[in-house]
């Protein structure tokens, strides 16, 4: 099932909080949301002070009163089930359930998401919150969705508290067994830092020197299994009181802490709040990033697109706005990428606390102004393009991303700290996107097969049963391509015998002989045919076994020694890069490429424009077109289709304004079926 909720079409809206208003400025709002087309409101996300004033009362009397006019009034509500922000009474009550940092300190309250993950406490009182909110209002007819929590992971991500430290040990002793197979993975051989039993054992608090990786990672781990375990008590309430309605809760995008693989097996679908900054002029392709992983977590399936702000956040040290063209065309970047819905934080502007400089679809001034316009406008087109919905799309290539690899990565006390996933990704996304090539994200278990090329930017840790899987993929043909510093530990953290990348020799056909990291500011230069390009923060010695030589470095320690290679297998090969490349990167992934055969999604595309596709399941084809650039640009189009934003039909080219867009309708072919 694609479709996201009940409600027909795309959905349109926001965070609603109207427990800040007086209720005669409800029927107002309503009546907005209804002229501005929205469909779906979220409700109740900072309740639960109002739903439950004390331990042994509840006031739903506001919140019956606000479901039966907004369903009234034909808007469709997603149901929070308010628990990120335990309210003051059951805080004082139970100061045990306040975190703890990793130096002692325990958080006070007068923010939000004060909450030990592990406190039994914290979990008993949102389970019944959950509970009581889902046995009210399961069959109310506004209800579209739920939405558990908010954002699991925004300020507070691990606790260090006593009660998170028994909940370590248990899971410690569910993963290790016994406490001698603990030893051995975490290599307490070292600095003797051996345990008897596993009372003895403690969260990775603040210690003098360096802290045992592998208990650092197994923390991580935790730390997002806790959350999970969290998330799941609240799902399985819904699932049991409220069955067959759609439950999600707020990604926030690409986020080391919490292994979204793992998650989202357990969301019926994946949203997502999103903020880009709208004074970074790159901000799109990064974006673009995130916005190709919530599609890839579930395979394809359409997301939403929980919060975006429609203009300045509150947050950042400088608020810039956006123009209305670009919350337009960031809107539209969103269901390019596969999302069904446009969401945003929030509906009406808060008068008083922390997000009162937050833009919001109703601004402090009302209706009168620019942002009102903005609002309407863009739930106007939104109805436009309401065919799209549930459409889906899947591309040639996959990169992997694989958060045991991220989180071992970037341990302390490596060869260089310059090592970041989010940083090594990003030139080889950007070489792809500036292509016009789509990616998706895989985890390091998918199926490969479907994807002509898959691209590894960095696998650090690297199990050996993933490797055979990559090598299989080789020899059936795959094309995979490998980044530095790669296939160096397995799930212990403990370095593969024999020479790295360890698991992946035989495929890649060398050996990495020492890591050459470059210090800060410097490059080391190579030449990849007549092209020099330069390497940054990372090379290596490597050796060639079977590999063939396609650039070598120049300068440096390394010159003369090979740089990037490849290793064919039958018509399947592995090329390995023994260095970061940063912009340079995609000079080398332009040979892969060519080799799998993969090209843009619309050939001859010009700079700043992207395109997209989705498709319908009777084939028909939405082509999204996106000027992200300053400039008029033209777009040549191989085939005749229809705008859905202008209704006009478009012939062999079509000429998009400064951030203009296109959404073009194209009959079902027998191509790429
Ligand atoms: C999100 C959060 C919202 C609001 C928003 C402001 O992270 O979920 O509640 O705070 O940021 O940008
Ligand atoms: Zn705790």
Not at 51 to 65: E, I, T, V
Not at 293 to 306: D, E, T
Not at 649 to 672: S, W
Request: aromatic residues 10%; proline residues 7%.
């Amino acid at each position: 099932m694609d479709r996201l909720t009940r409600v027909p079409g795309l959905l349109y809206g926001g965070d609603w909080n109207p427990e800040q208003w007086p209720e005669e400025v409800w029927a107002e709002d309503v009546k907005l949301m209804a002229e501005a087309g929205v469909n779906l409101v979220t409700v109740g996300v900072f309740s639960w002070a109002r739903l439950q004033p004390d331990a042994d009362s509840w006031d739903f009397g506001w919140l019956d009163r606000l479901l039966d006019l907004v369903h009234r009034q034909g808007i469709a509500v997603d149901l929070a089930t308010a628990t990120a922000s335990p309210p003051a009474w059951l805080v004082r009550a139970h100061p045990e359930l306040l975190p703890v940092t990793a130096d002692g300190v325990r958080l006070e309250f007068g923010s939000r998401q004060h909450y030990c993950p592990s406190s039994p406490v914290y979990r008993a009182a949102a389970v019944r919150l959950t509970r009581a909110l889902a046995e009210r209002y399961h069959d109310h007819p506004a209800l579209a969705l739920w939405h558990i929590h908010n954002e699991y992971g925004d300020h507070v991500q691990e606790c260090f508290c006593a009660e998170s430290a028994a909940d370590f040990r248990r899971w410690l002793r569910d993963r290790h067994g016994t406490v001698e197979e603990l030893n051995r993975s975490w290599g307490t051989a070292f600095w003797s830092q051996r345990y008897n039993t596993f009372d003895q054992i403690e969260p990775p608090r603040t210690a003098p020197g360096p802290v045992n990786p592998t208990q650092l990672l197994d923390w991580r781990r935790f730390c997002s299994d806790a959350l999970l375990a969290l998330h799941r008590a609240e799902k399985a309430v819904l699932d049991a009181l409220s069955p067959g309605l759609p439950v999600t809760t707020n990604f926030m995008s690409m986020l080391k802490a919490l292994d979204y693989w793992e998650w989202s097996r357990h969301e019926d679908f994946v949203s997502d709040d999103a903020y880009p900054d709208p004074a970074d002029p790159r901000a799109h392709v990064n974006a673009a990033l995130n916005y190709d992983l919530m599609r890839s977590l579930k395979a394809g399936r359409p997301w939403l697109l929980m919060e975006q702000a429609p203009s300045a956040v509150s947050w950042r040290p400088v608020n810039v706005p956006k123009r209305p063209e670009l919350y337009r065309l960031w809107s539209l970047q969103a269901l390019a990428r596969g999302a069904d819905g446009v969401l945003h934080f929030q509906w009406r502007a808060s008068v008083a606390g922390a997000e009162k400089f937050h833009s919001a679809m109703l601004p402090h001034r009302g209706t009168a102004g620019r942002g009102w316009q903005r609002t309407v406008a863009l739930g106007a087109e939104l109805r436009r393009l309401g065919e799209i919905a549930g459409s889906r799309s899947r591309a040639r290539v996959g990169v992997l991303l694989d958060w045991d690899s991220w989180w071992a990565l970037e341990l302390d006390d490596h060869p260089s700290a310059r090592m970041r996933w989010p940083e090594l990704l990003r030139p080889w996304y950007t070489a792809l996107y500036e292509r016009g090539t789509t990616v998706d994200f895989l985890p390091p278990d998918a199926a490969h097969d479907g994807y002509r090329l898959l691209l590894a930017p960095n696998l650090y840790l690297l199990d050996t049963a993933t490797a055979e899987r990559l090598t299989r993929y080789v020899r059936d043909g795959g094309h995979l391509v490998c980044g530095p510093f790669s296939g160096i530990t397995d799930r212990h953290d403990h370095i593969h015998p024999g020479g790295h990348p360890g698991p992946l020799r035989a495929l890649l056909g060398l050996v990495v002989d020492e890591h050459w990291p470059i210090p800060d500011g410097a490059t080391t230069a190579l030449r990849l045919g007549d092209r020099e390009l330069h390497a940054e923060r990372w090379s290596e010695w490597i050796e060639t076994t079977e590999a063939e030589t396609l650039a070598r470095y120049t300068t440096g320690e390394l010159a003369g020694r090979p740089a990037v290679t490849r290793r064919r297998h039958g018509s399947g090969s592995a090329w390995y890069l023994s260095c970061h490349l940063g912009p340079d990167t995609g000079r080398v992934l332009d040979l892969p490429l060519a080799e799998a055969g993969i090209g843009p999604e619309l050939p001859g595309l010009p700079a700043d424009v992207e395109a997209t596709r989705r498709r319908a399941a009777d084939g028909t084809e939405y082509l999204f077109l996106l000027n992200h650039g300053p400039a008029d640009r033209r777009v040549p189009l191989t085939r005749p289709g229809t705008d859905l934003l202008t209704g006009t039909a478009t012939g062999d080219a079509l000429t998009l304004a400064p951030l203009g867009a296109a959404v073009l309708r194209l009959p079902a072919t027998e191509e790429r079926a």
